[in-house]
Nanobody
Framework: QVQLVESGGGLVQPGGSLRLSCAVSGSIFSKRLMGWYRQAPGKEREWVASIGTGGSTNYADSVKGRFAISRDSAKNTVFLQMNSLKPEDTAAYYC?????????WGQGTQVTVSS
């Protein structure tokens, strides 16, 4: 069974940086596009970034130029480097496959951007 464990969130001031990690157990990591998503209070979950098995990346317009997604095949881990953080980036961040069928969602990691 696939398990997704996100970590690396925290409280950061506007303009700061954080690096999120997602440990992926199971076989999906080597076969599927992986993505990061976020959900702010009172809002629907939204896609943030994705990375293919060959390393190709895509980003939501709201984070383009500030966030960078990467993957480490040896560690079955997906990363999200977040720079120039803004208060509107505050949300719980999750990783999962980019397309259906999705794995069961992990617990997420909270990112709060505030002065």
């Amino acid at each position: 069974q696939v398990q997704l464990v996100e970590s690396g969130g925290g409280l950061v001031q506007p303009g700061g940086s954080l690096r999120l990690s997602c440990a992926v157990s199971g076989s999906i990591f080597s076969k599927r596009l992986m993505g990061w998503y976020r959900q702010a209070p009172g809002k629907e979950r939204e896609w943030v970034a994705s990375i293919g098995t060959g390393g190709s990346t895509n980003y939501a317009d709201s984070v383009k130029g500030r966030f960078a997604i990467s993957r480490d095949s040896a560690k079955n881990t997906v990363f999200l480097q977040m720079n120039s953080l803004k208060p509107e980036d505050t949300a719980a961040y999750y990783c999962n496959t980019r397309n259906a069928p999705f794995a069961s969602w992990g617990q997420g990691t909270q990112v709060t951007v505030s002065s």
